[in-house]
């Protein structure tokens, strides 16, 4: 059986026959493979989104790789690369935004490097102490892509997509405002200052500012903006007078807007309108007076004291401010004098009234105003410089009714008219005693001293004669004089002198007769009838 | 190993690898089952140069991504760093812990690309039938065998790491795809050095 085994005992293998495969299916793999990796490198490429430059002045701990993009605190990119711009003054910042964000990469979208700040509004971007510097971004509104900005110094201070309006203040000075500072109307913070600018001829500066809505809505065309700035203190002819919004505006400023006298088309303004900025509430008060007529006054009198502002009252109520204080003359006689332009506004005047009057009638019919002015100057009208204060000595004008002044006609033709004037009480005062004065002036007090003089000498000889000749004739008579009396005093008035009995005598008469006709008298008022009947005998 | 050995196919006899059982092949081109366990028999693997080139491509190609790709993304609170492994060597190069970047570049980037290229070159001496230093051949390709598995050195690295730091939001470390297709580097590697039949080697010697 050994033999048997050998080759050609193994058992032959069964044939199958099998289609031979000249391409290994191995091959799948690296096709799989392949296709994997592009799959993902496409995924990768498609996901990629934009590449864009931001430019900083600086690039404050921004560091690549490592720094994000932020849009309302959500991640939408990652700094890729920074470096300094070519000509080595600016860092260029390189960043890879995600591609679910391309769309926020617009014409005005702003970029800012967003880090800790102290402001005057409070501390900032405390976050970014743990998680570092990031780069803060506010969408742009507009739709045209774009991938190189210019970074922002500073974040911006109002949200694009927050509710409210902008509204631009054209001001002569930017006081104490800056941005961030606060915008109040009633005293309640409804906004911010979000930029200025110098305006392009740099004679104004133009204040951006933000009101939140829903207080948008009360800013209309009317409404007056005013700075709010800090203490606003002023010594006027009304006295001292303080006035501030919060301890906030006192410290960064602030602007404030009211809408004093509306006009009756209160629509909300309109986005960007541009309103005028004053320098303080009552300027911005007193600007609403649309129905003002100016009149000027020429004093002959110093108008120190007098300052633009200072009321202008008629019997004590206030119808007007002064607006110019200056001098005039005629360089041909050289009289320069004072003169104070004022202006009267109807409103004011016709408020104080207790009576319906149309202002509409008044303001529009010019010679109806004019026959009442003149009609009042006839009667005595004069404007006065008066002393509102004693202590700090400012001025006012006050127009009242005076008496004997001389008829004087106003000229409608010149413009404005000058309203007749009067010295003021103090130079009234100041005049009379002058007068008196050069009166006292005028006395010739050498001329009466001489005469005097020469008076008292007269005198003095007079008396010489009358001691010489008047009085030894003087002593004479009155020694006769004595003798007289002394028989006078022994025949009547001694108290048994002949006359004093006699007198005596008459008296005791007298009374006697003065109680029968009381007894008379008496008897009658109880018996009237005796005047007539007589006496009736008394009964028993 | 001398040349002109006998082999099982000088004569007419093939082994099954499945049960070792010594059986004539039906034909040379198609051996046929094996009559005891019904194993498709095989006197050479099939289409072997095939496969191993086929693994070694896909590996190739893997090795691109896996290289490009990050393999690790680290978070935290300030920045999200994506490490590629090239970029890890760099770091801890820069670190000063240049034992580890060695370590980290031999095993992660030279013994993958190491491995391809001496696979591919044992199967183009196959493929010319090369008659010379099959001694050297045989160890290199032991070599790669022994090797492969160290190549997941950086996988569990970073498998090690994903899981270890988690800390939101402080910090957190997840893989990137890179991994993915590393781990697939190192395994089309493996499976091609086992899918390579050394036999191949000594073939062009016994013709």
Redesign the interface.
Known sequence: MTEHTD?NS?????????K??T??V?????V???LV?IG??VQ?ILAKGPTITIVFKEAQGI?A????VKYKDV?IG?VTKVQLSKDFTRAELTASIDKSAAGLMVEDTKFWIEHPRVGPSGISGLGTL???NYIGVEAGKSTKAQREFIGLEKPPVISIDEPGQRFTLEADNLGSVGIGSPLYYRRLNVGQVIGYDLAENGRSITIKVFVKAPYDKHVTADTRFWQASGIDMSLGANGLSVRTQSVLSVLIGGIAFETFVSSGDAKPAAEEAIFTLYNDRAEAAAQREVEVTPYVLRFKESVRGLSVGAPVTYLGLQVGEVTAVGLEGDPKTGDIHPRVDIVISLGKFLGHMRQAVSVKELAMNEKLRHSILQRMVDRGLRAQLRSGSIVTGQLYVACDMHKHVPKVKIDWTKSPAELPVVPSGLQDLQDKINGILVKIEKIPIDAIGEDLKKLVARLDGLLKRTDEEVLPEAKKTLEELKGVLKSVDTTVVGKDAPVQQEVREALQEINRAAQAIRGLTEYLEQHPEAIIRGKTQEKQ | MRAGALTGIK????SCESCGL??????V???????RCGEE?ELRRH?PI??????I??????Y??ANV?PVMVSTT?????EDTIFSGVVLLYETGSWPLALIVLIASVMIPLTKIGALAYLLITVQRRSIRGQGDRLRLYRLVKLVGRWSMLDVFVITFTVALIQFQPLMSVEPG?GVL?FA?VVV?TMIAAE?FDPRLIWDSISE
Request: hydrophobic share 50%; proline share 9%.
């Open positions: 080759i193994v058992p032959e293998a069964t044939a199958v026959p099998k031979r495969m391409f290994s191995a091959w799948i793999i690296p799989v493979a392949a990796a993902i490198a990768q560091e790789g490592k720094t994000f991640r990652q743990l998680s570092g | 004569l007419g006899l093939v010594l059986s004539r092949p039906v034909k081109d198609e051996p046929g089952h094996c009559p028999l289409n095939q496969r191993t080139w086929a693994l491509v896909a590996a190739l190609i893997c691109i991504p790709l609170l300030a920045s999200e760093e795809y297709f697939a089309l899918t």
